[in-house]
């Protein structure tokens, strides 16, 4: 079966197999920042899981021209060094870990995780980091500010038995980066989606929301929604006005109309607004919204 990237990308086993050279890598690594630390473990985890077979080629063009202001503290020799994983000759040694996910690939890694590693590195796109899986409030309060998470811990031992979300751990980082590449990589989408999330959380002190948010169906279903990372701003927002629907019912468009005014929508866009999920709903409506959405991130910055 092909390698590719998947849900249980390392199963418990390799975990466990590898617990002595992880100790290892963790003493190296002590010192390193948290950033610092997740490229270098996703790096090394990358390499080990297929230690005599991992080198996936040579990038035709660099993700960045110049890395000279963003070097990490490491080389590949400091990973390899008593490990089994074997060098592969087109890949120096002495090769700095930035340079490294900015020229090479790593075997069955997905080429967003490798932007996404360089371009942490460089701080072109804001991580925050979590122990362990934050909540969906705390998500969205991160998104709002126009950033994303990894959730990283160093307790190996509890990699061989710990899932996040049905993911294990390296599986669950190489995740978070898909997600942080796939909003980053596109400037008007991802202000787009920021607006989205400023958007919601001016509805969350709103007296129907606190009600709501109560409800054990209701606050799930709205966790997912701005939860969700990566999905266009106009279908999270028509989806939390069907979840406002199927919720409260007949009362849902007079809530929906006060979540409106709460937001301090202007004017001209509350028409947009009103004709959400309806069949009047048109694309001057959707750029309208998009174009809002747009004009929250900026204000934002």
Known sequence: MRDRFRPIFCNSDFYTQHLDQFLVWKNLFQNLTIKEKTIAWTLSLGLIRRPNSWFGG????????????????????????????????????NTNLTD??????????????????????????????????????ELLNIQASRGRVISFS?????????????????????????????????????????????????????PNMLQLLSLGDFRQQIEYIIADMNAHPVHLLQTLHSLLSRCINNQSEAV?????????????????LTHINLKSFTSRHAQSIENYFEQLSTSRS
Not at 155 to 174: A, H, K
């Open 58 to 93: 040579v990038r035709k063009e660099p993700f960045l021209a110049d890395t000279t202001t963003c070097k990490h503290p490491l080389s590949l020799s400091d990973i390899l060094i008593e490990s089994v994983i074997t060098p592969n000759v087109k890949v120096s040694l």
């Open 256 to 272: 929906w109309s006060s979540w409106v005014q709460h937001a301090n929508t202007p004017h001209d866009l509350i028409e947009a």
């Open 100 to 137: 490294f996910t900015n020229c090479y690939k790593i075997k069955a890694f997905p080429e967003s995780c490798h932007r996404a590693l360089t371009f942490i590195q460089n701080e072109s796109y804001l991580v925050h980091y979590f122990e362990s899986e934050p909540t969906a409030f």
């Open 154 to 206: 160093e307790n190996i031992e509890q990699w061989p038995e710990t899932l996040y979300n049905g993911r294990d751990f390296l599986s669950f980082i190489l995740h978070d980066l898909v997600h942080a590449d796939c909003f980053f990589s596109d400037p008007i989408s991802s202000n787009r989606q920021q607006g989205f999330y400023i958007f919601v959380s001016r509805l969350l002190d709103h």
